[in-house]
């Protein structure tokens, strides 16, 4: 005897309705009813403020569709910077908080480990590139020094790519020449430029800036790919200047100077224009010549 179809979907239905009723009803009940402690603001701090314990407050709220990466203690908090405004009631969520002091130039909060950054002051229109330079150039350095008759003018390797970090006036402001000021706006002038170096940088830019004149040529902007090869050059030239982690004493800080006025050997291996070759003594060379004569006899 056939069951009738209707019997059948009524004993579903019944079925259906008892699995809602005791299981689906109460796992759902049980999530949106359960509670836990989270860390919520309890007075207005402002972007950049260090957040002490009495701005925040511990409280019990419902877990459901909470975010996993929400604080929920206090001492995670307590000792950090607010990223943005914070108010009353606001939870506190990994991208609100920083935990080193926030700059207004945002280029000085990750400088990498084991460089620094450093200013050199541009002393007339021409040593600043007539005042065209932006964050993230990469940019070469020739000292001018009018004490050095011989070679006043030298290529300095330590200083063939170096990455410009900003650019400020003359009240450390940040110079914005992307855009073109307003009619009634004076343009702003460059006064010093922020750059990324290493310590041997940094030395022998403060070195030659008191020597003599820095002079900004622009090698790269916009490329970033051009900008990285440009950047390990750089780093290839210091190592073979310098060795692997080890710090520039005085001997090779003057011994740079002394080579950095003098023609090196092109990057194919050329050593035609080298100063070796090119400044030995005469009686050298003849007698050089002289053994050469000899061994062809």
């Not at 009813?33 to 919520?40: D, F, N």
């Not at 019990?60 to 950090?80: Q, Y």
């Not at 080193?100 to 200013?119: F, H, Q, R, T």
């Amino acid at each position: 005897m056939k069951m009738n179809n209707r019997f059948i979907y009524g004993i579903l239905s019944i079925v259906l309705a008892a699995v809602i009723a005791f299981i689906a009803i109460p796992a759902v009940t049980s999530r949106t009813s359960s509670t836990c402690e989270i860390v919520r603001m309890k007075t207005a701090v402002t972007r950049g403020t260090l957040i002490t314990p009495d701005d925040l407050e511990l409280v019990e709220v419902g877990g459901f569709n909470l975010p996993d990466s929400v604080a929920r203690r206090t001492e995670d908090v307590a000792g950090t910077y607010a990223a943005a405004d914070l108010c009353p009631g606001d939870y506190i969520l990994p991208e609100k908080v920083s935990s080193v002091p926030l700059s207004s130039d945002l280029s000085l909060n990750e400088i990498p480990d084991g460089m620094v950054a450093i200013s050199i002051t541009t002393q007339t229109l021409a040593t600043s590139l007539s005042d065209k330079l932006q964050g993230g150039d990469i940019i070469r350095l020739y000292h001018y020094d009018d004490n050095n008759v011989l070679e006043p003018v030298s290529d300095i390797p330590e200083l063939r790519f170096v990455k410009v970090l900003s650019v400020s006036d003359s009240k450390g402001l940040d110079v914005d020449y992307t855009t073109p000021p307003e009619e009634d706006e004076e343009r702003q002038q460059t006064a010093t430029i922020t750059v990324l170096a290493t310590p041997e940088q940094a030395m022998l830019l403060t070195r030659y800036e008191n020597e003599g004149i820095l002079h900004v040529a622009l090698i790269s902007r916009g490329n970033e790919k051009l900008s990285v090869e440009l950047l390990e050059r750089q780093s290839e030239i210091l190592s073979t200047l310098y060795g692997d982690g080890l710090e520039l004493s005085d001997e090779d800080l003057e011994s740079s100077i002394n080579v950095s006025g003098q023609s090196d050997p092109d990057e194919t291996g050329n050593t035609e224009n080298s100063p070796t070759a090119a400044n030995a003594p005469a009686d050298d060379r003849q007698d050089t010549e002289s053994g050469q004569t000899s061994g062809n006899e």
